[in-house]
């Protein structure tokens, strides 16, 4: 298994390999993907989860900053990885992409406008992708969660979090373990039929 991010990794387990990676840089994207296929392992599956926010922020006062740093990271990092991996996964005939979207790409919520579009625009990248590697036994989905208490989440405020949880469908945070077992209902090679699909979780959208 191989994981990145921008600093250190933090699974300690014999088979998982981390690298320290910037996904919205480009070269560093395609020069990781040709390094993992340099080690003769098919690439079965691709968990796009990086992402980032800002906090809440009406948009007639919304900083070019704000909004490079989080299209570049959500919505670039995610094209650039789904892009490289879903070419090596074409030629083996076979894989399995998951992005991660958020249910606040469905609430329109004021002060959100640069991340929910981030989000949205994952969801219908995924949709569209999902049509052009059909014929290659390659599904595209995405999950779209609630709130979930994160460091991340955490340093936007107690009073951005219990306003999302409010008007969730489901009033409550929702857990890593909820959001895994999904996922690992997606990346099933049984799941050959289910793709194009984006579920939320503890949002009716």
Not at 8 to 22: C, D, Q, R, V
Not at 27 to 46: F, M, Y
Not at 125 to 148: D, H, R, Y
Not at 158 to 164: G, R
Request: aromatic share 8%; proline share 1%.
């Amino acid at each position: 298994m191989h994981g990145c991010s921008r600093s250190g990794g933090t699974i300690n387990h014999a088979s998982y390999f981390h690298e320290i990676l910037n996904i919205a840089e480009e070269n560093s994207v395609i020069a990781w993907i040709r390094k993992i296929k340099r080690t003769g392992l098919k690439i079965e599956s691709l968990i796009c989860n990086a992402g980032t926010s800002s906090a809440v922020s009406l948009f007639l006062i919304t900083q070019f900053k704000q909004f490079s740093d989080q299209i570049q990271t959500n919505f670039a990092g995610t094209f650039l990885l789904c892009r490289e991996v879903g070419k090596v996964m074409m030629q083996q005939k076979y894989g399995r992409i998951l992005t991660i979207s958020s249910v606040l790409a469905g609430m329109h919520e004021t002060g959100t406008s640069v991340y929910s579009a981030s989000k949205k625009a994952i969801e219908e990248l995924t949709k569209i992708l999902a049509k052009e590697v059909v014929g290659f036994n390659v599904t595209c989905n995405c999950i779209a969660p609630g709130m979930v208490i994160t460091p991340l989440t955490t340093e936007l405020g107690e009073n951005a979090i219990n306003n999302v949880i409010s008007k969730q469908t489901i009033n409550r945070a929702i857990t890593t373990s909820e959001i895994c077992n999904i996922a690992d209902f997606f990346l099933r090679a049984e799941c050959s039929a289910i793709t194009g699909q984006v579920m939320y979780i503890g949002f009716v959208n």
